[in-house]
């Protein structure tokens, strides 16, 4: 069964920090390109990073340098780095794969299930 398989959300402190995980199964991951999304309560689902075929990395830019994308070809798995967590980043997080780094969210061919991200003190 072709399917991505997130985990490593949870509850932390503002500052604090997370990493997620999104295991691929069925597929091999290398051949796609991996996006991060995030959908706050009562927005949209918005992407934040893509890291395209070929690419090892991500640093992410829009949330000025705290979180960091990656991937693992030989654990066919990508990863999320989370640093200096603020309560603005509550929210559900999704990985998705994708040949070209779609611009709209039908363009995704994977989703993860996605994972609760919650900063509070």
């Known amino acids: 069964q072709e399917q991505l398989v997130e985990s490593g959300g949870g509850l932390v402190q503002p500052g604090g920090s997370l990493r997620l995980s999104c295991a691929a199964s069925?597929?091999?991951?290398?051949?796609?390109?991996i996006g991060w999304f995030r959908q706050a309560p009562g927005k949209k689902r918005e992407k934040f990073s893509c890291?395209?075929?070929?690419?090892?990395?991500h640093v992410v830019e829009v949330m000025k340098g705290r979180f960091k994308a990656s991937r693992d070809s030989a654990k066919n798995t990508a990863y999320l780095e989370m640093n200096n967590l603020e309560a603005e980043d509550t929210a559900v997080y999704y990985c998705?794969?994708?040949?070209?780094?779609?611009?709209?969210?039908?363009?995704?061919?994977?989703w993860g299930q996605g994972t609760q991200v919650t900063v509070s003190s």
């Open positions: 998705a794969a994708d040949p070209w780094c779609g611009i709209a969210l039908e363009e995704w061919d994977y």
């Open positions: 890291i395209r075929r070929g690419d090892t990395e």
């Open positions: 069925g597929f091999t991951l290398a051949n796609y390109a």
